[in-house]
């Protein structure tokens, strides 16, 4: 990984956006890519972590498309957020004795990391059936899945629960938990949970 990242514009704007219709990972936005073979390739982005991939439209207005076996890195410069992003693919063991490449943003890099990867599911709200007396209404937001990774490259998938953050953080979990307590954060909501990650790598 190239720097520190500590995205709170990232992590408060794609929170404010879950909910709305318009989708980063459904747009074209100016970026640059790194294959596996060193190549840079220059153009405008669009990515799909459900998928594994990521389309550049190039000078010629040419369509590549990459499978995140061919890449290692991208960036782009989010036109929905109006800020920097940054994507690996790291390898993640699917099965046992089994690893792919798969497409994470980074949220925090340090000793210990924080990752993401988001996918657009449908949610529905049982009150407006009540309202109406029809068919619940449904709507699309972002979910996204957390995982820590160490200097190792040993990565962990975080549940969301208080007592699993801790686990993972075991090293000074009570520090963790006294400062997560003080600041009364909540450990399913990104913004907290960089906040918490970027407090345990200063320890």
Do not use: C
Not at 90 to 110: M, T
Request: without cysteine.
């Amino acid at each position: 990984m190239v720097k520190k990242v500590f995205a709170y514009f990232v992590f408060t704007t794609l929170v404010l956006t879950a909910n709305a219709q318009e989708f980063s990972s459904r747009m074209f936005h100016k970026g640059w890519l790194v294959t596996e073979d060193q190549d840079t390739v220059r153009g405008d982005v669009k990515y799909d972590m459900e998928t594994n991939a990521v389309q550049v439209v190039v000078a010629d207005e040419k369509v590549q498309t990459y499978s995140s076996k061919k890449i290692l890195y991208f960036e782009i410069y989010d036109n929905i957020l109006k800020t920097y992003r940054q994507f690996y693919a790291i390898p993640y063991q699917v099965e046992s004795n089994y690893k792919v490449p798969v497409l994470f943003e980074v949220l925090y890099e340090g000793k210990t990391s924080l990752l993401v990867r988001e996918k657009i599911v449908m949610t529905t709200d049982p009150y407006s059936q009540a309202y109406f007396n029809g068919p619940a209404a449904s709507s699309e937001k972002l979910s996204f899945t957390y995982y820590f990774v160490d200097t190792e490259g040993n990565m962990e998938m975080y549940n969301g629960k208080k007592n699993h953050l801790f686990e993972i953080l075991s090293k000074n979990s009570n520090q963790v938990k006294e400062y997560v307590k003080a600041n009364k954060l909540k450990t399913d909501e990104m913004r907290d949970i960089v906040r918490i990650t970027a407090f345990y790598n200063s320890l």
